[in-house]
């Protein structure tokens, strides 16, 4: 496995972070309405998730909380986690004092019991590690025996599109720079051709059950007509799982 760190030309005056206290506020503000997260990624979880009616959920990576609130909405008894005390603060401000969430990190253990969910929802969060053994393998034990682990990632195709002269086949940690809310952030990622993806899944001891590539969500065409030509325009950026804890 390479881990040689890659990073795009303009990009070695700032130091890669996966930190996201530093722009919290920033982030929680860009992603709340935007195409990727408000009309792409949550929808699919959402839609992926079905009817989730008293379910006992762990939204990992919990974030301000948006999607942890369109959970509870349909039903679901959530729990959030997430590693950014700033994050968590703005979940709390979001979700109210009732809302159970937790300071935690994927790459510890959990402070979950064994058997403690019936789904976990890992959206835009395990392309951040370099390692997903130990994650994927506590997840696998806070899940229920047929609990189902449903993850979106950066889709391991879009990456090669945009750099064709990288290694596609091998793992390793790339930069790249992103704009919320006007603050310039450069994010650290973790490639990871997709036979990598499905073993890590597999090897952890889930079912890979579907493998989605959604359309975004109806709206997106008249909110985002540059990016979304037509109601019925589809494109790649994540790449969707649901997983079924064996």
Not at 159 to 177: G, S, V
């Amino acid at each position: 496995m390479s881990t040689d760190h890659v990073a795009p030309p303009g990009l070695d005056d700032q130091t890669p972070t996966t930190d996201y206290d530093g722009f919290a506020e920033a982030y929680a503000a860009e992603t709340e309405s935007s195409l990727l997260n408000a009309y792409y990624a949550r929808p699919a979880i959402l839609d992926l998730a079905g009817d989730v009616t008293g379910r006992r959920i762990l939204d990992v990576g919990c974030g301000a909380g948006p999607l942890f609130e369109a959970l509870r909405d349909r039903g679901a008894d959530v729990t959030g986690m997430e590693p950014s005390a700033q994050m968590l603060e703005l979940a709390r401000k979001r979700l109210g004092d009732g809302a159970v969430l937790t300071q935690a990190d994927l790459n510890d253990r959990l402070p979950f019991p064994d058997d403690a969910f019936d789904d976990a929802v890992a959206c835009l969060v395990l392309h951040y590690l370099e390692d997903w053994s130990a994650p994927l393998a506590e997840l696998r034990r806070v899940l229920v025996s047929g609990g189902r682990l449903i993850v979106a990632v950066n889709h391991p195709f879009v990456y090669k599109h945009f750099y064709p002269d990288r290694d596609y086949f091998t793992t390793h940690e790339y930069a790249e720079e992103h704009t919320f809310s006007d603050q310039r952030v450069v994010l650290s990622f973790w490639h990871r051709p997709l036979p990598a993806i499905t073993g890590a899944f597999t090897a952890a001891g889930f079912r890979i059950a579907v493998v989605s590539e959604p359309y975004p969500a109806p709206g997106a065409h008249k909110r985002f007509p540059d990016e979304v030509k037509t109601p019925d325009s589809a494109f790649l950026c994540f790449l969707f799982f649901v997983l079924e804890a064996a």
